[in-house]
T-cell receptor, first 115, second 114 residues
Framework: DAGVIQSPRHEVTEMGQEVTLRCKPI?????LFWYRQTMMRGLELLIY????????DSGMPEDRFSAKMPNASFSTLKIQPSEPRDSAVYFC?????????????FGAGSRLTVL | GNSVTQMEGPVTLSEEAFLTINCTYT??????LFWYVQYPGEGLQLLLK?????DKGSNKGFEATYRKETTSFHLEKGSVQVSDSAVYFC?????????????FGTGTRLKVLA
């Protein structure tokens, strides 16, 4: 398996622009998580899906952020409009939440810079 | 609620020194415990895991034992290498509301000097 695939790996945009980050989870995994990592705040959970349904979005900073999972193999995180304080590395992760240790597998991340 | 507390970094060691990174947790159920490692510019990778009390997880010379009585999962390595320089995250997963939630510690940066 290719692992969790994220795109783009790097994005530089200007304040006010729309940003869309994409994620392809590991095939067969039924849970997907979006995290944000910054030096100041560390690793923050933004939202997670189970069987394509959003379960907890309490970590989404504000209405400018939205996430969708239209099918089991694709998810997007959208920021509109973007602001400089959104600059961070955004990670997507997936897991199989059945029996066993339920290991979370991370993608390589999307580094976002908002000027 | 569930939480994970790990020691503040950075931790700076000389090559071949002994490493301990402390991690304690709070959980209402019976969580699985994990250590993840993040190398510069990369995502988090699973280092080792333990699913029940007294389990020992091990990988690449690293070890951690699930201690229910002290609610701890300390990471140890007998002889660190420069290539072990990274950020280490302790984490737990617990079932709540029918799904699993993952709680991460704040991370401990390790720097190993040659």
């Amino acid at each position: 398996d290719a692992g969790v695939i994220q795109s783009p790996r790097h994005e530089v945009t200007e304040m006010g622009q729309e940003v869309t980050l994409r994620c392809k989870p590991i095939s067969g995994h039924n849970s997907l998580f979006w995290y944000r990592q910054t030096m100041m705040r560390g690793l923050e959970l933004l939202i997670y899906f189970n069987n394509n349904v959003p379960i907890d979005d309490s970590g989404m900073p504000e209405d400018r952020f939205s996430a969708k999972m239209p099918n089991a193999s694709f998810s997007t995180l959208k920021i509109q409009p973007s602001e400089p304080r959104d600059s961070a590395v955004y990670f997507c992760a997936s897991s199989w939440t059945g029996t066993g240790a339920n290991v979370l597998t991370f993608g390589a991340g999307s580094r976002l810079t908002v000027l | 609620g569930n939480s994970v507390t790990q020691m503040e970094g950075p931790v700076t060691l000389s090559e071949e020194a002994f490493l301990t990174i402390n991690c304690t947790y709070t959980a209402t159920g019976y969580p699985s415990l994990f250590w993840y490692v993040q190398y510069p510019g990369e995502g988090l990778q699973l280092l080792l895991k333990a699913t029940k009390a007294d389990d020992k997880g091990s990988n690449k010379g690293f070890e951690a034992t699930y201690r229910k009585e002290t609610t701890s999962f300390h990471l140890e390595k007998g002889s660190v290498q420069v290539s072990d320089s990274a950020v280490y995250f302790c984490a737990l997963s617990d079932r709540g509301g029918g799904t699993y939630k993952y709680i991460f510690g704040t991370g401990t940066r390790l720097k190993v000097l040659a």
